[in-house]
Each structure stands twice: as C-alpha cells, then as structure tokens.
C-alpha cells in the first residue's frame, strides 16, 4: 500500500511574519496551486473607507491537496475594491493583515488570539503603494496554520475573526466571518504494541499504527521524535512513571513529515516505531520485573497517548 510522503528541512530558528501582500486582482490561488477553500469559511460584510474604497474580510480556510480532514492553512485575506469613476491609490503599512481571533462574537469579550501580542514576531516588510482603477478589485492576504493559532491553550472550535487590516492613513477594522478550528485528528485510530526482543542486548520495541476509521482522506503530518515511551509498575498507567523517554533530553532533528490517508488505510512509518536498550531503562536505580508501558504520539500538532502492552524487562 503506497502512501503520499514529504520531509521538509524546518532552517529558519525564529518565526518571521508572513505579511500581507497583493496577489492581484483575480483568484487568490493560483492556477496549479492545490488550494481550494472549506465550505464553512463564511465572509464579512463589506465596509466602506473614507478613501473610497470598499473592503471586505474572510478567513480562507484551506486543507492540504488531496486531503479533506487534517492540518488547515488559515488565509486571512481582504479584498479591496474601487466602486468609483476615479483611481484610487491607498498607502499600506508592512504586514497589512492583522488577525484577531474570538470565541463570541467580536466586541463582547477582548480576542482569544491576536497577532500582534505572538511572540517573536518580527515584520520584515516595507509600507507599499496600490492603486486601484475604476471597478479594480485586489486581494492582500496572510496565511499560517491553523494550530498557530490553537496552540496549547485554546479548543477546537467555533470562532470568530477581525482583520485589522494597516493603512498608513490608520488601520481599519473589518469583521471576517467566522469558522470551525480543529487539529484535523478525527476519524483516526491507534494500536500501539511492544515487545522484548534480543538478548545482548534486550531491546524494547515500540510500534503505533494508525487507521483512517472515517469516509474521508486525513492529512497527517508528524516529526522525527513523534513517539515516546512511559513504563510503570502498575497496569493503571497512571500518576508519575517509572521511566520516561521524553526526560531523556535526545537531540532530534527538525523536519515535517507527513501522509495522506484514504478511508480504511493504515500507515506505521518509521517515526512511529522506536527500538530502545532495556539497559537504558532500568539503568543502575530500576529493578527487573513486569512493567507496563504506555505510547505517546504526536500527530498533526496533538499528543494521543495510549496503552502499549506490557513486559518482563531484565538486564
């Protein structure tokens, strides 16, 4: 069974603004891009300026190619129009779209998210001129993804969104609709399975497989050390555990992976299998004995932790 497979080098140890900048009077994407939008990305009214432009504001929501559920690339994107007889020539300051996120609707509570209050960010762009001719439209927009915004803190769900959208003369504010956020992890399933093999020396392996249970293509994306290992004395896998892979401090590479799974497939690549000492284990302080084990796999920006069998672990 063959799957869609990446590995993209992440060379960039600071985070840098993707900045608004035009792409032209047309679509946004384009021809051979692979994007396409969700159906639950829902636009702002349309707002008119004191320059005589018209804007509006949506957040696109776009799902990588060949995938229906998995990590979503947010585009907040603002369309300028020029309804007048005359040309119009708006100054724009760097990194134009501003993305402001909420749980309600916008004005009954501050955001949830802001873009300017991320951390790290620098804007590395200039202010830049567009002219718009009569009837002309364009659209300037960013894009990030949606776990960006999600983190460690804020829930799948339903949310609301603002552009403050930088003009030189001020910015202005422009509801852009709302839409349902998520880490893209439904419809899977997890068999975790370990086993003690060898002899000089034993070696604990650890193998997760995962399966597309739903009736859509799910995008996975995972990194190097997207698996990690706990063991304890106690089948209730519960409270502080004896060992734990992730206290170990292992160097581990910086790439993206991922694959795309048809409904009913299943994938177990590498980054989902470890092969550990069990000398490593139990070191000098461990006992020998039965140990229960328990996996944690990070997948598409979310950790799934699951029972891993169990085992005699000696020396």
Not at 9 to 18: E, F, G, Q, S
Not at 180 to 203: C, I, K, N, W
Not at 234 to 242: D, L, N, Y
Request: glycine residues 10%.
């Amino acid at each position: 069974m063959k799957h869609m497979l990446f590995a993209t080098l992440l060379t960039l140890p600071v985070i840098v603004a993707a900045c608004g900048l035009p792409i032209g009077p047309a679509d946004a994407d384009p021809p051979g891009s692979g994007l396409r939008e969700l159906p639950a990305t829902v636009p702002g009214p349309e707002v008119r300026g004191e320059d005589g432009i018209a804007y509006q504001a949506e957040v696109k929501l776009s799902p990588e190619p060949g995938a229906d559920v998995g990590p979503v690339l947010l585009r907040p994107t603002v369309m300028l129009r020029n309804p007048g007889t005359q040309p119009v020539a708006v100054q724009l300051d760097g990194c134009t779209v501003r993305l402001r996120v909420f749980r309600d609707v916008p004005g009954s509570a501050p955001p949830v998210w802001d873009w300017e209050r991320r951390r790290g960010i620098q804007c590395m762009q200039d202010p830049y001129p567009v002219t718009l001719a009569p009837g002309q439209a364009r659209e300037i927009q960013d894009a990030f993804d949606a776990h960006v915004v999600l983190g460690d803190s804020l829930p799948p769900g339903h949310y609301y969104f603002t552009i403050s959208f930088q003009r030189s003369a001020g910015a202005i504010e422009l509801p852009a609709g709302d839409a349902t956020l998520d880490f893209g992890v439904q419809g899977l399933s997890y068999r975790a399975e370990t086993q003690v093999t060898g002899t000089a020396p034993r070696q604990l392996r650890t193998e997760v497989t995962v399966t597309n249970t739903s009736s859509q293509r799910v995008r996975l994306e995972y990194g190097h050390c997207a698996l990690s290992i706990r063991a304890y004395r106690t089948p209730e896998r519960s409270g502080r555990p004896a060992w734990d892979e992730r206290l170990l401090g292992r160097p581990c590479p910086a790439y993206l992976a991922g694959s795309t799974l048809r409904p009913g497939e299943s994938v177990s690549p590498s980054q989902f299998r470890s092969s550990i000492p069990v000398r490593e284990i139990l070191g000098d302080s461990l006992p020998e004995g039965g140990y229960y084990f328990s996996a944690s796999l990070a997948l598409n920006w979310q950790m799934a932790t699951m029972p891993a069998g169990e085992g005699e672990l000696r020396r």
